[in-house]
């Protein structure tokens, strides 16, 4: 069974850093593009940033781009987004995203950054 677990998120100042982790099982994590998405209370789901297979090609909003990075280790299954110069703004549950089948969502993980 497919499953995706965050962890990393917490309280941060703005200006601040985190990182963020998801650890994936129950499918071939080599093979699949794995994204990130985040929810601010009151609005959409939206996309953060992606990163391709083996090329290990990334995409990004343009609201993180050139502040978040995202990484894969295929070796430990899981994906990472490095979040750096933290905004208020930034404040959302963080979720893991998988494509592989119907696609696959994780828990999520709670990022609140304090002006």
């Known amino acids: 069974q497919v499953q995706l677990v965050e962890s990393g998120g917490g309280l941060v100042q703005s200006g601040g850093s985190l990182r963020l982790s998801c650890v994936a099982s129950g499918f071939t994590f080599s093979g699949n593009v794995m994204s990130w998405y985040r929810q601010a209370p009151g609005k959409e789901r939206e996309f953060v940033a992606l990163i391709t297979t083996t090329s290990g090609g990334t995409t990004y909003a343009d609201s993180v781009k050139g502040r978040f990075t995202i990484s894969r280790d295929n070796a430990k299954n899981t994906v990472y987004l490095q979040m750096n110069s933290l905004k208020p703004e930034d404040t959302a549950v963080y979720y893991c995203?998988?494509?592989?089948?119907?696609?696959?969502w994780g828990q999520g993980t709670q990022v609140t950054v304090s002006s």
């Open positions: 995203r998988t494509n592989f089948a119907r696609g696959y």
